[in-house]
C-alpha cells in the first residue's frame, strides 16, 4: 500500500535504533525528574532539549523499524509491587512539589498515589485480557 506498511530499518540495526530509543528515553525521562526535584541539578550541566531531539529523532525512526513480536507473560507479585512503589513515589514527588497548598496537598497526593496505582493495574490487567481474547480467537 505505502510507505508505512514496510519498514525501513530492519534487523539488527533496527533492534540497536530501538534499544538506543529506549535507554535514551528513560535517561531524558530520569533526568527530567531529578531537574524537577532539585532545580538547577541537571540545567547547570546539560540543556535537556537538546536529549528531547535525540529522543524525537530516535523515536521517529524507531517508529519506522521491524519490531519481533514479544511474547509477554502474566502479572505476578513483582509487577503489582513495583506498581505499589510506582504509587508511593509518585505520592512522595507530587507532596513534595505541592506543598505550598498546605493541607490540600496532601489530598492532591493521596488522590494522585491511588490513581498511579489503579490505573497501572487496570492497564496490566486490560493487557493480560487482550491476550485471552487473542488466544481464544486462534482456538475457533
Given amino acids: 500500500m505505502g510507505i508505512l506498511n514496510?519498514?525501513?530499518?530492519?534487523?539488527?540495526?533496527?533492534?540497536?535504533?530501538?534499544?538506543?530509543?529506549?535507554?535514551?528515553?528513560?535517561?531524558?525521562?530520569?533526568?527530567?525528574?531529578?531537574?524537577?526535584?532539585?532545580?538547577?541539578?541537571?540545567?547547570?550541566?546539560?540543556?535537556l532539549n537538546y536529549l528531547l531531539v535525540l529522543v524525537i529523532i530516535l523515536g521517529v525512526l524507531d517508529l519506522f523499524s521491524e519490531h519481533s513480536i514479544v511474547q509477554s507473560k502474566k502479572p505476578d507479585y513483582k509487577d503489582y509491587f513495583l506498581i505499589f512503589l510506582l504509587g508511593i513515589a509518585g505520592f512522595i514527588i507530587i507532596k513534595v512539589k505541592a506543598a505550598q497548598l498546605g493541607g490540600l496537598s496532601w489530598l492532591i497526593s493521596v488522590i494522585a498515589g491511588v490513581l498511579i496505582v489503579l490505573l497501572s493495574i487496570l492497564i496490566l490487567n486490560d493487557e493480560d485480557s487482550e491476550e485471552n481474547q487473542m488466544e481464544m480467537r486462534k482456538n475457533d
Fill in 6 to 47: 514496510k519498514p525501513l530499518i530492519k534487523g539488527h540495526k533496527a533492534s540497536l535504533v530501538s534499544h538506543i530509543f529506549q535507554t535514551i528515553l528513560i535517561t531524558y525521562l530520569v533526568l527530567l525528574l531529578a531537574e524537577q526535584i532539585w532545580k538547577g541539578f541537571v540545567s547547570s550541566y546539560l540543556n
